[in-house]
């Protein structure tokens, strides 16, 4: 099967932003159309001529990631955790209609991350722990710079069906949860801000319930307060 064009150019964009110290991407060889959707394309996997994942976890990878990524327009998941990458996630991640699990923890990606993920309408996992200090996770900052919401800043987010957020060990510099941070995330059960410098009152953490949850983890940051009374029937931790 032969690669279409765009998915071409968006990995080999990627591969030029790369630092790649072990050649694993050697088999990354524009003359080969073929091979891309043949199976001899490390980490790449194909249906029907487009990328649907992209797994290139622990591959001693450093660089930054190509906003061409997002000309993969069949991707259904990228894995790129336990490297060194680094800089921005790419804005046109959010511009994938069909992406499911985005996997860029233990790396060192810095900045935003970028507010149209709220919006994907298929992302269920967001692992974006123990990186160089994003900006949490579908970015509204206050003015002052001091509270965070998933809330998108574009349109309501009600019909997301994310279940799993890790945004732990990441420093967010005296960021604050406001108080319906998460709350636009009816599905979500799993969610995860642990060693991440938070400050402020836990209660304003969860003045908005999530009816679904079920692990909530908050540990090793700086809050303070009362714990609230929660009507959370699903909570196991």
Request: one cysteine or more.
């Amino acid at each position: 099967v032969i690669i279409a064009e765009s998915d071409l150019q968006a990995l080999m964009a990627v591969k030029s932003a790369l630092v790649d110290p072990l050649n694993i991407l050697q088999s990354w060889n524009s003359s080969s159309y073929g091979g891309a959707c043949g199976g001899s394309w490390v980490g790449v996997k194909c249906a029907k001529g487009q990328v649907i994942a992209l797994q290139l976890a622990s591959k001693a990878l450093g660089g930054s990631l190509s906003e061409q990524i997002g000309q993969l327009f069949a991707l259904r998941k990228l894995n790129l955790h336990s490297n060194s990458i680094h800089g921005a996630i790419p804005a046109s991640l959010s511009m994938i209609p069909n992406l499911r699990g985005l996997y860029l923890n233990r790396n060192q990606f810095s900045g935003s991350i970028p507010p149209g993920l709220a919006n994907s309408p298929y992302l269920q996992r967001i692992d974006l722990s123990h990186n160089s200090g994003l900006i949490p996770a579908f970015v509204v900052v206050s003015s002052n710079s001091t509270s965070i919401s998933a809330q998108s800043s574009s349109s309501s987010s009600s019909g997301s069906k994310l279940y799993f957020i890790d945004l732990s060990y990441n420093n967010f510099s005296s960021a604050a949860l406001s108080a319906s941070s998460f709350a636009s995330l009816p599905s979500l059960l799993e969610l995860r801000i642990s060693h991440s410098s938070l400050q402020g009152s836990v209660a304003s953490a969860l003045t908005n319930p999530l009816p679904s949850l079920s692990i909530l983890d908050l540990s090793h940051n700086d809050l303070n307060g009362s714990l609230p009374q929660l009507a959370l029937s699903n909570l196991t931790f």
